[in-house]
Each structure stands twice: as C-alpha cells, then as structure tokens.
C-alpha cells in the first residue's frame, strides 16, 4: 500500500477528519478547503511569533487574494504552553474581539475562568479559526472552535506531535494537565518543504511522540485483557500496523529527509485518527506520557526553557521500556491469587494513600479522583489476577512482540536525536523515580503499574529500574 492508499483508508477510520492533504506547497490548497467546508465564512489566521514567518504570512496572503474576509491573530510569545488562559484568549479571537484577546495574552496575574462555562450559542458571525503552527496553537484552536460549535482548519509547521489530528486537545486548566473532548480538525494540509524544515528539535520530538506508541500499546494490550479498556480493532490497526516501520528510520528523520519526515509526519496523522476511532488517547498515550504531564504540571524548565512535549515523552517512553524489560524477567504463572487478594487494599486505604502521594502537588486531589475512578474491588481483582497467571507465558510472548527492549529504544532516539537520558531534559534519575507512585495514580486509565500494585511486584519493576546495572541505575547519575 502506498502513502495515497494508507491514508484513504486511514480517513475512513477518522471520524472529524475529511481532508488530510500532504506534499510539497500543499498550502496554496487551503482557501479552496476552505470554501468546501465554510462558504460564506470569515477566517482567522491563528500564529504566533514563530510560525508567522514561517507559513502563516503566506496562508493570510493566500486567502486574502482569493477574496475570503481574512483577519490574523499573531500570538506574541516566543514559548508558551497549552495553558487556559490562552484558551480564553483564543475563545475572543473566534469571536472578533482582538483587542480583549490581546489584553488576556498580556494580562500576567490572569485568573482562570470556569471551564465548563466556556461554551456559546453557535453564530455565523464567529471567525473560522485557520491554525498555522506546532501542536499547542492547534489545540488552542480545537477547543475553542468545539467552544464555538464550529470545525477549524490545521496547517501544521512541524513533525512535533500527533495532537493535530487527535480527538481532545491537552490543556493545563487549575494546574492540571487534562484531555478536553473535542473534535479533530476538518481539514489537515501539511506543507512538507516547511515541516521538513522545522528546527531539528522539533522532529525529534515529534519522533519521541510516535515512538511512545509502541509501550502505550503494549498497556493498552494489558488493558484490554484486564478488561479494563477493551481495544479498538479499527484505531488499533490504523496506527499500530505501520508503526514499527515509521519508527525505522531514526537517522533519516534526524537528517531532515523529505521522504522520512513525510513518513514520520503521516505516523503521527495516523495516531491521531486512531484517537478519533477511539474516542480517547488510548491509542496513544499511557503511562510513557504521565512523567511529562508531572513536568508540564510542575512548570519544569531546563536551563531555562521548557522542555518540548516530545521531549519530555522521549524519556517517559524509554522509562516505560525499561518497565516492560523489568517485567519480563518475572515469572507470574505462580502467582498466589489469594495472598493477593488478601493484600489488596479498600477503596478508602488507596484513597488515603493517593492524598499522601500527591500531598503538595499543584494537583493535590487528583490522585484521590482518578483511584477512585479506577478503583477495582477483590473480587475484579481476583479475576484479573487469575487471567494474569493462567496466561502468563502467552501474554508475555505478545507484549515482547509489542515493545522495544530499552537498549534498542535508547539507540534509536540517540540516532533520531532526541533525549535518550533524562539529565538531558534536566531531571535527574532519582527525580524520576519519585514520579512513579504519581504517575500510577494520576489517571483513570488501567496502566502496567496498576497491574504491579495487584500482582505485588510493583516495587520490584520500579526499583529493578533503578538498581546497580538497571536502565537508570542510580548511581550513574549524569550531571
Ligand atoms: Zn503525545
């Protein structure tokens, strides 16, 4: 099957989704996308300060020469995370009130308004949004387009992240980072010349993104057999039967290859659509994406800068490779189901413990929320637990054929040239290791740790990580 045919076919699991254009100056279509799907419509061109010069001077001009009402809102922010008070803003902006969206962009002490307030009566005089940049100023644009009861339009200038197809757009709202439903965008054209030619940094961390598909299948594959969240057959396949091919060629991405990038670019496309499939960023994320929720959450900075979401995942997903590599060397076909159960704690003693664990956190209830979401009782857990035992060796056979060993994942994000330690995104290994009760607890969604806190060897997996000749030995701490 050729790129055209994967992607007819991807666009039929897609349920937002109707267009996704990629190829050389692809962006010239998009006035013409633009009729199909709003005639009669203003559109706003959305940026910021980077992403401007780069396509979106071109797209305004491209609209405004075909004769489409055209308004620009340049973002003037050199770095700046999917934040709420940007929604708000943007919220203004499909409103035509540029002078109160600038006055919330600038606006230092900004409060917070209520989310769940943020939705208004459908008008035709509202903008259409025209999202030209990286994966934040698109969810910007999802969600308040959903706000606005409208679609929206994505002109993508990097490889960074699979967000511009994904059903929900990830924003930090009263310091939590969380999914909002929302539709994907209706149409996607992606302009390969300038994708391929973002900053190296950003495809390497789009590249991180797509790699952490591979442990967050292997979770969802865990999930499924909990049944805790079943898979998807058609979001399944769309993405995970191309992936270990798109991921194959690290030193091509890393080179800027048109070819690779395309491919890259189109792997991500696909995890977004196998969200849309879903519902959910199941497909797409587990665990290997909590430990960067910590640091968005945490606003941490690295000499300085905020660290790239694709960064941050890099070394979520190779800590998670690390986990699945811990997790082999076990042998639970003699687990003893009923000192398990014995062991496992009530409802309330969980909830007790996740007020502990997150005691301080700029999220302190979030913990409490998701195990109480999430909390099986003993006799649930006894089933999975049985079905753990009993299919041990099958169940492991699969999972291997599913996710990379540690050393493989290390040298292939070395060679694509993203992180490949975390004292390169600035946190160190013990650093790292505090994150784990947080991340087991820090949403809803079935994970491998959930499994180890049932099956008892929780502790073993984290701390055989960490131990002398482990993954992240503790005591080769990098400076
Ligand atoms: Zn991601």
């Not at 790129?3 to 989704?17: H, N």
């Not at 340049?74 to 008070?85: P, S």
């Not at 999914?179 to 991180?208: H, L, N, R, S």
């Not at 993203?418 to 991340?439: C, E, H, N, Q």
Request: some cysteine.
């Amino acid at each position: 099957m050729d790129t055209k045919e994967r992607i007819a076919k991807a666009l039929a699991v897609a349920t937002d989704t109707k267009v996704f254009e990629m190829g050389s100056g692809v962006s010239e279509m998009a006035p013409q996308v633009f009729r199909t799907f709003f005639p009669g419509r203003k559109a706003v061109v959305v940026a910021d300060v980077n992403t401007w010069p780069v396509l979106g001077e071109k797209v305004f001009a491209h609209f405004v020469q075909d004769g489409i009402p055209t308004e620009k809102y340049i973002i003037d922010k050199k770095e700046f995370h999917a934040e709420w008070k940007y929604i708000e803003m943007v919220d203004k902006v499909i409103e035509g009130d540029f002078a109160g969206a600038k006055a919330i962009e600038e606006d230092e002490n900004h409060v917070e308004a209520d989310a769940k307030q943020a939705f208004r009566a459908p008008s035709e005089d509202h903008y259409i949004a025209v999202s030209v940049g990286s994966g934040v100023i698109n969810d910007l644009c999802k969600l308040c387009s959903h706000h606005h009861g409208q679609q929206y339009l994505t002109l993508p200038t990097a490889a960074s992240v699979d967000g511009y197809s994904s059903f929900g757009a990830s924003i930090s709202w009263q310091n939590a980072k969380q999914t909002f439903e929302c539709p994907a965008p209706v149409a996607i054209i992606a302009d390969i010349d300038v994708i391929a030619a973002a900053p190296k940094e950003m495809t390497a961390a789009g590249y991180a993104d797509l790699a952490a598909k591979v442990p967050a299948g292997a979770e969802w594959m865990i999930a499924d057999w909990m049944e805790s969240e079943p898979i998807v057959p058609a979001a399944w396949h769309v993405l995970q039967d191309v992936l270990d091919s798109q991921l194959a060629h690290p030193e091509a991405v890393a080179a800027g290859d048109l070819a690779a990038v395309a491919d890259l670019f189109e792997g991500l496309t696909l995890s977004g659509f196998a969200m849309q499939a879903a519902r959910s960023s199941r497909p797409a994320s587990c665990c290997d994406h909590l430990f960067s929720h910590i640091l968005d959450m945490t606003h941490h900075r690295f000499r300085g800068k905020l660290q790239s979401h694709g960064f941050q995942v890099a070394i979520g997903t190779l800590t998670m490779c690390a986990a699945f590599d811990e997790f082999f060397r076990l042998d639970l076909s003699k687990i003893d189901v009923d000192a398990c159960v014995a062991a496992w704690p009530t409802l309330e003693q969980e909830q007790e413990r996740a007020r502990k664990v997150f005691e301080g956190f700029p999220a302190p209830d979030l913990g409490y929320e998701m195990i109480t979401k999430k909390y099986d009782g003993p006799e649930t857990v006894r089933r999975q637990l049985e079905t753990l035992r009993d299919n041990w060796l099958a169940f492991k056979e699969k999972l291997q054929g599913q996710v990379y060993p540690f050393s493989k994942m290390q040298a292939m994000m070395k060679t694509a040239l993203a992180p490949y330690d975390p004292s390169m995104i600035g946190v160190t290994r013990a650093a790292l290791k505090d994150m784990f009760p947080k991340v087991q607890l820090m949403r809803h969604r079935f994970n491998l740790l959930d499994l180890g806190k049932r099956a008892g060897f929780y502790d073993r997996l984290v701390e055989g990580i960490f131990r002398p000749g482990g993954a992240w030995d503790l005591q080769q701490e990098k400076s």
